[in-house]
């Protein structure tokens, strides 16, 4: 996992691949289109939506094979708990057709992340997430996660 300023980037990356996916996070602006959007085909395409961050209760573990996950809120906060994959318990098994595996919550996270606009983070296959969380009263959530596929910057 990486997180960070959106202008530092250029310190994780430098592939084609992760250029073309930032300068399309860079460009955004909170009354962007919802809904997917390529940027390389399949490849890399991103995933732009709004809606009202919510309790953990409501949210499952995720974690993705196929794809790394760069996210970044393009209008408010939102908290995005982490957790690494070792030893937790399968929910749902890895369905190819989604990109996803779901898993049952520990009991305690492994780390809290508050994306605002301006940070951004990387999540690899081996990082298990919850998105989409309150960082205190629900608050309306413009968010980017652009979807870049693991074998092209590996």
Do not use: C, N
């Not at 794809?67 to 982490?82: F, H, K, P, S, V």
């Not at 990109?99 to 951004?120: K, Y």
């Amino acid at each position: 996992m990486i997180f960070d300023q959106l202008s530092e980037w250029p310190r994780y990356f430098s592939s084609a691949p992760w250029r073309l996916a930032f300068e399309y996070v860079l460009a955004l602006k909170p009354d962007a289109a919802d809904g997917r959007h390529a940027l390389q085909g399949d490849d890399i395409y991103a995933m732009v939506t709004a809606y009202e961050s919510g309790a953990a209760k409501q949210s499952v573990l995720e974690a993705h094979r196929t794809y790394i996950d760069i996210q970044a809120t393009l209008q408010g906060t939102e908290r995005l708990d982490w957790f690494a994959l070792s030893g937790l318990q399968v929910q749902t098994a890895y369905d190819a057709k989604t990109d996803a595996a779901f898993f049952v919550h520990p009991g305690t996270v492994g780390a809290q992340l508050l994306l605002r606009p301006g940070l951004f983070t990387v999540l690899y296959p081996a990082d298990v997430h919850i998105p989409g969380l309150a960082s205190g009263a629900p608050e309306a959530i413009k968010k980017v996660v652009v979807k870049v596929r693991a074998a092209l910057v590996q």
